[in-house]
C-alpha cells in the first residue's frame, strides 16, 4: 500500500465519523407559548426538534401550551455545555428569560432577521 493511501477496511471512514460527532454543534432553545410562558430546551438539531414540538411529540409542555414562537437560539460546542446552559436559562425568572429573549432580538436584526421565527 503506498504511504498516506486509505486502508480499505473502512477505518478511516469510522475515525472521519468520530471526528465529525466530536464536531457537532448543540443549540439551546427557548419557545415562547401560546399562553406567554417560556419553554426552554437543547438539540443537536432544532428544526427537527420544532418539528416534534408542534406535532405534539415533543416534550408535554409544549403539548399543553402550544409553542408560539423561536425567542432564543444558541449554539454550543459540546452535548454538556448545551445541557448546563439549559439548566441556567431554567433557573431564570420569568422576567430574566423576557429580558433575554428581547436582547437577543435585537441582536438578530444586526444579521438580518427583524423577528423571531413563528412556530406554524
Known amino acids: 500500500m503506498l504511504s498516506g ?9 469510522h475515525e ?4 465529525k460527532k466530536k464536531h457537532a454543534s448543540y443549540y439551546v432553545y427557548m419557545l415562547l407559548c401560546d ?3 417560556y419553554y426552554t430546551g437543547y438539540s443537536g438539531n432544532v428544526s427537527s426538534r420544532l418539528e416534534r414540538h408542534k406535532k405534539g411529540h415533543g416534550a408535554r409542555y409544549t403539548r399543553m401550551r402550544r409553542p408560539n414562537r423561536i425567542v432564543y437560539v444558541q449554539r454550543l460546542t459540546t452535548r ?3 445541557m448546563r446552559r439549559e439548566r441556567q436559562i431554567k433557573s431564570l425568572s420569568h422576567d430574566q428569560k423576557r429580558t433575554l ?3 437577543h432580538r435585537s441582536g438578530m436584526a444586526r444579521y438580518g432577521r427583524k423577528k423571531p421565527l413563528r412556530v406554524t
Open 80 to 82: 454538556a455545555a448545551a
Open 16 to 19: 472521519t465519523d468520530n471526528r
Open 35 to 37: 399562553d406567554n410562558s
Open 5 to 13: 493511501s486509505l486502508p480499505r477496511s473502512g477505518k478511516a471512514t
Open 101 to 103: 429573549a428581547t436582547h
